[in-house]
């Protein structure tokens, strides 16, 4: 039973494309995360959600939509990709409440996307 | 503000040895500091925790670490490493609606 589960594992496209990614979490928790990888491993918060509602836009440009259909998912809509976006993407879910991070992050495997 | 740092970017070790990874935080409000490993290819996956209580937490894979107030210190460590713990290690302290990572410690084991 995966907890966090999100697809496809890798991506391939061109420069110019649009993308989703999708994530589903079967945790009953009510928020959830997109983080970026790069290639150092640095992991950099990009959305946070909580009950379908954004919480964090940690100014990812206007590219990059989230969407929420009910807290159990979040997919993330990438418009014109472009070669920068190059990265692994993380979904993660976590039991915040009332802004408290005492409930620790639960991750999915990654998308690994690659723009040529 | 939350601030999370690594001190060393890879730590090689041998088999059997000890180690210890490295992990600094600033935090203006309650702490709550986290361990997590990636093994190759993978997602994190979390190690341990230290919400409150006890400055020393046991977590999985035999791994262990301290929380030290007056150094804001979180290192991990194992007394006797293997192969299999060669990864991708990251320390997170949790601020308010998410959480701050370090850059990550690669720790190699060697046989």
């Known amino acids: 039973d995966t907890a966090v589960s999100q697809t496809p594992k890798y991506l391939v496209t061109q420069m110019g494309n649009d993308k989703s990614i999708k994530c589903e979490q079967n945790?009953?928790?009510?928020?959830m995360y997109w983080y970026k990888q790069d290639s150092k491993k640095f992991l950099k918060i990009m959305f946070s959600?909580?009950?379908?509602?954004?919480?964090i836009n940690e100014t990812v440009p206007n590219r990059f939509s989230p969407k929420s259909p009910d807290k159990a998912h979040l997919n993330l809509h990438i418009n014109s990709l472009e070669l920068g976006d190059s990265a692994v993407y993380f979904c993660?879910?976590?039991?915040?409440?009332?802004?408290?991070?005492?409930?620790?992050?639960?991750f999915g495997n990654g998308t690994r996307l690659t723009v040529t | 503000a939350q601030s999370v740092t690594q001190l060393d970017s890879q730590v090689p070790v041998f088999e059997e040895a000890p180690v210890e990874l490295r992990c600094n935080y600033s935090?203006?409000?309650?702490?709550?500091l986290f361990w997590y490993v990636q093994y190759p290819n993978q997602g994190l996956q979390l190690l341990l925790k230290?919400?409150?209580?006890?400055?020393l937490v046991k977590g999985i894979n035999g791994f262990e670490a301290e929380f030290n107030k007056s150094q804001t210190s979180f290192h991990l460590r194992k007394p006797s490493v293997h192969i299999s713990d060669t990864a991708e290690y990251f320390c997170?302290?949790?601020?308010?609606?998410?959480?701050?990572f370090g850059s990550g410690t690669k720790l190699n084991v060697k046989p």
């Open positions: 993660a879910s976590s039991q915040v409440m009332g802004g408290t991070t005492n409930s620790p992050l639960h």
């Open positions: 945790l009953g928790h009510d928020t």
């Open positions: 959600y909580n009950n379908k509602e954004l919480i």
């Open positions: 935090s203006s409000v309650s702490v709550y």
């Open positions: 230290y919400l409150s209580g006890s400055t």
């Open positions: 997170a302290v949790g601020g308010f609606n998410k959480f701050y």
